[in-house]
Structures are given as C-alpha cells and as structure tokens.
T-cell receptor, first 113, second 113 residues
Framework: DARVTQTPRHKVTEMGQEVTMRCQPI?????VFWYRQTMMQGLELLAY????????DSGMPKDRFSAEMPDATLATLKIQPSEPRDSAVYFC???????????FGPGTRLTVL | AQSVTQLGSHVSVSEGALVLLRCNYS??????LFWYVQYPNQGLQLLLK??????LVKGINGFEAEFKKSETSFHLTKPSAHMSDAAEYFC???????????FGKGNQVVVIP
C-alpha cells in the first residue's frame, strides 16, 4: 500500500529555532506539493515541485522558508528562524502529472512557542 | 486562474438525514473537479473526482457529486448521514491536464445523533 510519509508527525520548538520537515513521496510520483493548514487561512499551497525542480514557491515566506528535493525520494521544508505564527499543520502531497489526483501524507503538526 | 467557493464553514446534519455540501468554481479552461475528506488528525484523502464523461460521479462511503457546467457547480451529497461522516470536506479544481489543485476553504461536518 503506497503512501506518502512525513516526519516528524509532531514538533514543538521555541521561537528562533530551525525546523526541518521531511516527506517521502510515493515511489514513481514526479510532483510534490507542500501545504500549510491553519484554522484562519485554511489550506495554503507553499511550494510545488515537478521532477525535483521547484516550479512555484510563491506561497512561501522567502526570508525564512526554504523547500528542496535532494533526490526523488525526499522533499524537505525548512523554517529558519521559526516564529509562533508558523504554528500549523504542514502537509506534503505527491502525484503524477499524467494523473490528476494528489496523495496526501499525514502531516506534521508544528508548534512554535 | 481557478478558484473554489464553499459556503458555510460548519455544517450540522442529523444522523440519517441528507448531507449536501455546495461547491462552486471558476476556471478559465475545462476543469477537473475533486472532493477530498479529512478525518481528525489525518491527511486529506480523495472522495471522488470528475474529469470527463458522466457528470454524476460516485465516490467512496456512499457519496456522490454532480458536475453542472451551466451552474459552475459540483455539489456533494449523501442520502443518509452516518456518525462516521463527521470530518472536514474540501472541494478542489484543477485546469485540464494539470494536477495542481486549488482548494476551497472546507466544510466541517458535524453529525448529530
């Protein structure tokens, strides 16, 4: 049963600390998406990769957020330095450009104190 | 650009009653349309999707949705609500042939015994 995995599932950190979230897309998928979900804003697209290349990161605060795909099996989202307003659930999703559906991971719940 | 409107962030329905969640979209090209469900502390999972062909689409757990081009709508229904249907439901749209999705704000469904 192929699934998107995310680590860690929960993260509590203090303001100013670096946070790295990891995502393993489904093997063979060529698109990866990072989303942030909050009560106030709902589901926001942060970044979009196709074949490991970043196509759109316009939804991401550039000064503190960065997203990369070091290889086809790993996507990372980094926040440095973290702030309390970054507290949210971060989802990774993967898919195929030839197929329309996105498959979501279980999310990383981030709390910044 | 495409966008999705879901009215009423919280929807209460009695057990056994009809579930109706409304979704209207705007898209500059023929859209693909989706409904996703999110159970507590989980990622989103696909309920159903419309790509081409039959406009009445059946999904998992007894849900169905009808694509009405003239009304730019894709409303989700289930004849009889179960307690297990309590979750958040998201409508999403993507332009033809592209798996990048635009999500609505979501409907939190509460089922009353």
């Amino acid at each position: 049963d192929a699934r998107v995995t995310q680590t860690p599932r929960h993260k509590v950190t203090e303001m100013g600390q670096e946070v790295t979230m990891r995502c393993q897309p489904i093997l063979g998928h060529n698109t990866v998406f990072w989303y942030r979900q909050t009560m106030m804003q709902g589901l926001e697209l942060l970044a979009y990769f196709r074949n490991r290349a970043p196509l759109d990161d316009s939804g991401m605060p550039k000064d503190r957020f960065s997203a990369e795909m070091p290889d086809a099996t790993l996507a990372t989202l980094k926040i440095q330095p973290s702030e309390p307003r970054d507290s949210a659930v971060y989802f990774c999703a993967s898919g195929l450009t030839s197929v329309d559906e996105q498959f979501f991971g279980p999310g990383t719940r981030l709390t910044v104190l | 650009a495409q966008s999705v409107t879901q009215l009423g962030s919280h929807v209460s329905v009695s057990e056994g009653a009809l579930v109706l969640l409304r979704c209207n979209y705007s898209s500059s090209v023929p859209p693909y349309l989706f409904w996703y469900v999110q159970y507590p502390n989980q990622g989103l999972q696909l309920l159903l999707k419309y790509t081409t062909g039959a406009t009445l689409v059946k999904g998992i757990n007894g849900f169905e949705a009808e694509f009405k081009k003239s009304e730019t709508s894709f409303h989700l229904t289930k004849p009889s609500a179960h307690m297990s249907d309590a979750a958040e439901y998201f409508c999403a749209v993507s332009p033809y042939g592209n798996n990048r999705l635009a999500f609505g704000k979501g409907n939190q469904v509460v089922v009353i015994p």
